[in-house]
């Protein structure tokens, strides 16, 4: 069985370490602990590692945030993978930093690179694990709060929740979205 993970972020050293670029520090991550590499392919950089049985694809769109529907359709289609077998991680402004939510399907909640994904692929039933990011920014200052990194506090803690979200995604792959949902939501 293949799955497809895709952590949303924006290419470039200027969004490395914000909040908006989760996505890509989870991926990251996991690919270090996995002890594989990042290729360049069409549309983002993507790996591949097994793990119980299952064939697992990571994709980090270089399409920039509000674009990644074009390497998300195109990578589903390219690896014939059923958009039930494509999990999106991106940052939510809604849930508290460091609390995920792992659902089945859903809307995009006014995130612009969600919306771009529901656009090219044909809808909101694909899974996706939410990262909380906080919302302590001024009304207006959204983008500049998502754009922005951690602070010291959130740093501190950060490799923690990340292993956490990876837990969840490998969860995802190996048991199941129910699984998934029902280990690491709240």
């Not at 952590?7 to 594989?36: C, S």
């Not at 790996?47 to 064939?55: N, P, Q, Y």
Request: hydrophobic fraction near 35%; charge should be positive.
């Amino acid at each position: 069985m293949k799955h497809l993970i895709v952590g949303l972020g924006n290419p470039g050293v200027e969004y490395e370490l914000t909040r908006h670029n989760i996505g890509f520090l989870i991926l990251d991550r996991l690919a270090d602990l996995k002890k594989i590499k990042f290729e360049n392919g069409k549309y983002g950089f993507w790996a591949l590692f097994k793990d119980r049985g299952r064939s697992i694809y990571l994709l980090k769109p270089t399409t920039f945030m509000n674009l990644s529907g074009h390497a998300v359709n195109y990578w589903i289609k390219y690896l014939k993978i059923s958009k039930q077998n494509t999990l999106v991680i991106t940052d939510d402004l809604a849930l508290p930093y460091g609390k995920l939510r792992v659902k089945p399907k859903g809307s995009a909640g006014g995130h612009n690179g969600l919306k771009n994904i529901e656009e090219l692929i044909g809808g909101q039933d694909y899974p996706r694990l939410r990262f909380g990011v906080g919302n302590d920014f001024s009304r207006g200052t959204q983008i500049n709060y998502v754009l922005s990194s951690f602070n010291k506090t959130e740093t501190k803690m950060l490799t923690l929740k990340i292993d956490f979200a990876i837990d969840s995604l490998l969860t995802f792959c190996t048991q199941g979205i129910e699984n998934a949902m029902n280990q690491f939501n709240g």
